[in-house]
């Protein structure tokens, strides 16, 4: 059963002018999603976007927002084939379980100018 689906856009601009800023990106990334993004090299601020877009989508899946939890605390990442996922810790992991979902589904994109992710939450 579908419990929540969530859609986000990020201009990539915006997460450019937060790379320029101390501290930021370590406020809403996980350490390690920073690291595996950083090492992408020149595409790293599509990522970056792509990703800050799948943790607001995930808020608008549980239907809540991201009201109460940590951005840090959604880790977008991806399997051994590339396909992305989602890992949640603490104040997130908590949302995830009153949700009542178990299973986590996501898509994301991004051109030049834009991010797109999809979230789609279940229970299974």
Do not use: C
């Not at 501290?23 to 090299?41: I, N, P, S």
């Not at 549980?62 to 605390?73: M, N, R, S, V």
């Not at 379980?97 to 299974?124: K, P, Q």
């Amino acid at each position: 059963m579908i419990v929540g689906i969530g859609v986000d856009v990020v201009h990539v601009l915006r997460l450019e002018r937060w790379q320029s800023i101390p501290g930021l990106l370590e406020r809403y990334f996980h350490a390690d999603e920073l690291a595996a993004v950083r090492a992408k090299g020149s595409g790293a601020v599509l990522s970056l976007a792509a990703h800050f877009a799948a943790k607001e989508a995930f808020g608008k899946a549980l239907g809540t927002g991201l009201a109460g939890i940590e951005l840090k605390d959604i880790m977008v990442v991806n399997q051994h084939n590339g396909r992305p996922a989602i890992e949640v810790f603490n104040t997130a992991q908590d949302a995830l379980r009153r949700s009542g979902a178990d299973r986590m589904h996501i898509s994301l994109t991004h051109e030049r100018d834009n991010a797109i992710a999809m979230v789609v939450l279940e229970a299974t």
